[in-house]
């Protein structure tokens, strides 16, 4: 079992910069694959970034790429999730979660466990 809690967000200007935490308790460290997804309201959950257990792999959905950087510092049980250059149609809740398989997923059906989301909203 893990527990994740997500934060770090808030309002920021277009153009603007946040970071995202995601702390992990429970049995961690390099354990899992961890995710970061969004969910704009109305609309799905969408794969945003994703990083494997020793951060060797490291994907992003082609609407953040070149924006968004995700790390992971497993001595602090902590997945980070840097956002740059925001534009309004970023705003969402931003969820992590995270995963023990083999691979590293990036659709959310394939994720074990979840935090309870932070919202980012990004004015124009």
């Known amino acids: 079992q893990v527990q994740l809690v997500e934060s770090g967000g808030g309002l920021v200007q277009a153009g603007g910069s946040l970071r995202l935490s995601c702390a992990a308790s429970?049995?961690?460290?390099?354990?899992?694959?961890m995710g970061w997804f969004r969910q704009a309201p109305g609309k799905e959950r969408d794969f945003v970034a994703a990083?494997?257990?020793?951060?060797?792999?490291?994907y992003y959905a082609d609407s953040v790429k070149g924006r968004f950087t995700i790390s992971r510092d497993n001595a602090k049980n902590t997945v980070y999730l840097q956002m740059a250059s925001l534009k309004p149609e970023d705003t969402a809740v931003y969820y992590c979660?995270?995963?023990?398989?083999?691979?590293?997923?990036?659709?959310?059906?394939?994720?074990?466990?979840w935090g309870q989301g932070t919202q980012v909203t990004v004015s124009s």
């Open positions: 979660a995270a995963e023990s398989g083999l691979r590293v997923p990036r659709v959310p059906n394939e994720y074990d466990y």
């Open positions: 990083i494997s257990k020793i951060g060797g792999f490291i």
């Open positions: 429970g049995r961690t460290g390099s354990t899992y694959n």
